[in-house]
T-cell receptor
Framework: GESVGLHLPTLSVQEGDNSIINCAYS??????FIWYKQESGKGPQFIID?????DKRQGQRVTVLLNKTVKHLSLQIAATQPGDSAVYFC??????????FGQGTTLQVKP | DTEVTQTPKHLVMGMTNKKSLKCEQH?????MYWYKQKAKKPPELMFV???????INESVPSRFSPECPNSSLLNLHLHALQPEDSALYLC?????????????FGSGTRLTVV
């Protein structure tokens, strides 16, 4: 079946440390993946995306890695800040228009 | 304008009421979506519109009725809802259904059914 999952429901890091959030997917047909950040009471906010012809993509303080061999995605956040505290979802895009979301990882940043 | 705007932000309705949720985007996106999100869960797709036509209905009960009056607007009409329909309803849009580029969400409408 289709599923996109995250390995850990909660991740707690110290302010200034790097954070790594992992995601495993099972649908081989998708060629587009998106990471979203969702703060309490708000909609999912686009962070970064990657297509399957790439292994790595970098943004401002964030990096997404894609390993198609083991169907694994990760989001790396450098120098984590209190404002990074939120729920992070990976999502797999199907060309029907449907996004399949993982279960989400709550990132807690300790001052 | 790079936003998806949803109104109202909060809605409380009785089980016999009829209400509508509204969504608007001015990014020129031709695909628009409705998602439902329960507390501490990921969003789940309800409907996909492509070029103002309904292309996917994820077996959503008929008490939810979507409408796309034009390329910038998407409505969700609600009638005879149940308390378990209480959730955050999210609208999203993307450049096209087949590419997913620019897949942007609104802030949602928090719906409570009493």
């Amino acid at each position: 079946g289709e599923s996109v999952g995250l390995h850990l429901p909660t991740l707690s890091v110290q302010e200034g440390d790097n954070s790594i959030i992992n995601c495993a997917y099972s649908n081989s047909a998708s060629d587009y993946f998106i990471w979203y950040k969702q703060e309490s009471g708000k909609g999912p906010q686009f962070i970064i995306d990657i297509r399957s012809n790439m292994d790595k993509r970098q943004g401002q303080r964030v990096t997404v890695l894609l390993n198609k061999t083991v169907k694994h995605l990760s989001l790396q956040i450098a120098a984590t800040q209190p404002g990074d505290s939120a729920v992070y979802f990976c999502a797999e895009y199907l060309n029907t228009g449907k996004l399949i979301f993982g279960q989400g990882t709550t990132l807690q940043v300790k001052p | 304008d790079t936003e998806v705007t949803q109104t109202p932000k909060h809605l409380v309705m009785g089980m016999t009421n009829k209400k509508s949720l509204k969504c608007e985007q001015h990014m020129g996106h031709r695909a628009m979506y409705w998602y439902k999100q329960k507390a501490k869960k990921p969003p789940e797709l309800m409907f996909v519109y492509s070029y103002e036509k309904l292309s996917i209905n994820e077996s959503v009960p008929s008490r939810f009725s979507p409408e796309c009056p034009n390329s910038s607007l998407l409505n969700l009409h609600l009638h005879a809802l149940q308390p378990e329909d209480s959730a955050l309803y999210l609208c999203a849009s993307s450049q096209a259904r087949t590419s997913g580029d620019g897949y942007t969400f609104g802030s949602g409408t928090r719906l409570t059914v009493v």
